[in-house]
């Protein structure tokens, strides 16, 4: 009880103390200036780390490549120095501009070569089908010929029915005789020839 009424009483005093002289109040404003110095010192500090931090993961994100590869690069290392990969697009190209070139060559050689075949097809049929024209032209008989070999099958065979028929043995000899002397080139008169042969050997 007596340390509580101590206690008491000893707050009462501080309460009831004197107010704080000028120097007092100077002091604590002086205080006061350099804790909020130091706050300031310490909020700008933070600021430039974090704008330095920001900076340097920009310049980061802009060195890496894009996800497809195909990004022009934003960095200045790599508009400075562009030419390798430049060089490496153009032989690329080059080398696709090639290919595509031979293809077309064996694309244009294989149709040239089939079209060289056709028309020797073509020329071989139109060959083949001119000897076949020729070789019905040489066979088909003379007309004169055909004439002559009607002639003189009607003559032997007046001359067989003057044998055979009449039988009057020395009219047929003289039938079958002007038949071999009037179509010698026909084969009526090898008939008739030896007709007269075998007549005048009976």
Same mark, same amino acid.
């Given at each position: 009880?007596?340390?509580?009424?101590?206690?008491?009483?000893?707050?009462?005093?501080?309460?009831?103390?004197?107010?704080?002289?000028?120097?007092?109040?100077?002091?604590?404003?002086?205080?006061?200036?350099?804790?909020?110095?130091?706050?300031?010192?310490?909020?700008?500090?933070?600021?430039?780390?974090?704008?330095?931090?920001?900076?340097?993961?920009?310049?980061?994100?802009?060195?890496?490549?894009?996800?497809?590869?195909?990004?022009?690069?934003?960095?200045?290392?790599?508009?400075?120095?562009?030419?390798?990969?430049?060089?490496?697009?153009?032989?690329?190209?080059?080398?696709? %501009?090639? *290919?595509? !070139? /031979?293809?077309?060559?064996?694309? #244009? @050689?294989? &149709?040239?070569?089939? +079209?060289?075949? $056709?028309?020797?097809?073509?020329?071989?049929?139109?060959?083949?089908?001119?000897?076949?024209?020729?070789?019905?032209?040489?066979?088909?008989?003379?007309?004169?010929?055909?004439? %002559?070999? *009607?002639? !003189? /099958?009607?003559?032997?065979?007046? #001359? @067989?029915? &003057?044998?055979?028929? +009449?039988?009057? $043995?020395?009219?047929?000899?003289?039938?079958?005789?002007?038949?071999?002397?009037?179509?010698?080139?026909?084969?009526?008169?090898?008939?008739?020839?030896?007709?007269?042969?075998? %007549?005048?050997?009976?």
């Amino acid at each position: 009880m007596n340390d509580l009424l101590q206690n008491l009483l000893q707050a009462a005093d501080a309460a009831s103390a004197a107010p704080s002289t000028p120097d007092d109040l100077s002091s604590k404003v002086h205080r006061r200036r350099k804790v909020r110095a130091a706050k300031s010192r310490r909020l700008k500090i933070g600021i430039v780390a974090a704008t330095c931090t920001a900076a340097a993961f920009t310049i980061i994100l802009t060195l890496q490549p894009s996800p497809e590869g195909q990004g022009r690069p934003t960095s200045p290392l790599a508009q400075i120095a562009p030419t390798e990969s430049v060089a490496a697009e153009r032989a690329i190209d080059t080398e696709s %501009l090639r *290919r595509e !070139a /031979a293809a077309i060559k064996a694309e #244009a @050689d294989s &149709l040239e070569k089939f +079209l060289a075949a $056709r028309d020797r097809q073509t020329r071989l049929a139109e060959l083949a089908a001119e000897h076949d024209c020729l070789l019905i032209a040489a066979s088909a008989p003379d007309p004169e010929e055909a004439a %002559l070999e *009607r002639a !003189a /099958a009607r003559a032997v065979c007046q #001359a @067989d029915f &003057l044998l055979e028929t +009449l039988n009057d $043995r020395l009219a047929a000899v003289e039938a079958y005789r002007n038949v071999a002397e009037q179509f010698p080139n026909t084969r009526w008169a090898m008939i008739a020839q030896d007709s007269v042969q075998r %007549l005048e050997m009976n």
